[in-house]
């Protein structure tokens, strides 16, 4: 069965650092790959996504993803965090088979302090 | 655009108790779902349908029923509540059923709470 691991529960980072989350899978076919994000009070809601192609993937707000399919990984990376980046972020996989095989990781909590 | 929306926000039950929660999104989705999220363990796939009629169980099914008579509404049912339902409920959607076409789109959740 897929899985995959946010080895990050909890992450602390200080306005304008440097940010990369880590997200790991197993599964050894094709996957489709996903960041999303929840912010407070608020509803999840869709950070970047990767299907194929070009590996570096650019999503909205100024968030990256690099798949590394060697290394099973898909880590989100922002080089200057907000305030307004204080949210919870899932890493999701899947297969082509369809959202019902949708697998979410634990996610990590990031507090950008002012 | 109202999206998904889910009601409640927020219910408290007594153990045996049974509820609905609502889920309507308005983009002529084909695919609903329910994910329960639960701290250190994200969210999890309760049930899913991939159209009006057609249901089928996800990874935590027991203890919910589903129907989705319209293409709009996607209730998810809890018959006999227990205190490990306790739980943020996310109904979401996409207009297609496969990972590769689309995102899904999620309402604003329903925290339940069973005492």
């Known amino acids: 069965a897929q899985s995959v691991s946010q080895h990050n529960h909890h992450v602390i980072l200080s306005e304008a650092a440097s940010l990369e989350l880590g997200c790991n899978y197993s599964y050894g076919g094709t996957v489709n790959l996903f960041w999303y994000v929840q912010y407070p009070g608020q509803h999840l809601q869709l950070l970047l996504k990767?299907?194929?192609?070009?590996?570096l993937v650019k999503g909205i707000k100024g968030f990256e993803a690099e798949f590394i399919k060697s290394k099973f990984s898909f880590n989100l990376r922002k080089p200057s965090v907000q305030w307004s980046d204080t949210a919870e972020y899932f890493c999701a996989v899947n297969t082509n088979t369809g959202f019902q095989k949708l697998v979410f990781g634990t996610g990590t909590r990031l507090l950008v302090s002012p | 655009n109202a999206g998904v929306t889910q009601t409640p926000k927020f219910q408290v039950l007594k153990t045996g108790q049974s509820m609905t929660l609502q889920c309507a999104q308005d983009?002529?989705?084909?695919?609903m779902s329910w994910y329960r999220q639960d701290p250190g363990m994200g969210l999890r796939l309760i049930h899913y349908s991939v159209g009006a009629g057609i249901t089928d169980q996800g990874e935590v099914p027991n203890g919910y029923n589903v129907s989705r008579s319209t293409t709009e509404d996607f209730p998810l049912r809890l018959l006999s509540a227990a205190p490990s339902q306790t739980s943020v409920y996310f109904c979401?959607?996409?207009?297609?059923?496969?990972?590769?076409?689309?995102?899904?789109?999620f309402g604003e959740g329903s925290r339940l709470t069973v005492l």
């Open positions: 990767y299907f194929s192609g070009d590996p």
């Open positions: 979401a959607s996409s207009y297609s059923r496969t990972g590769a076409a689309g995102e899904l789109f």
């Open positions: 983009m002529n989705h084909e695919y």
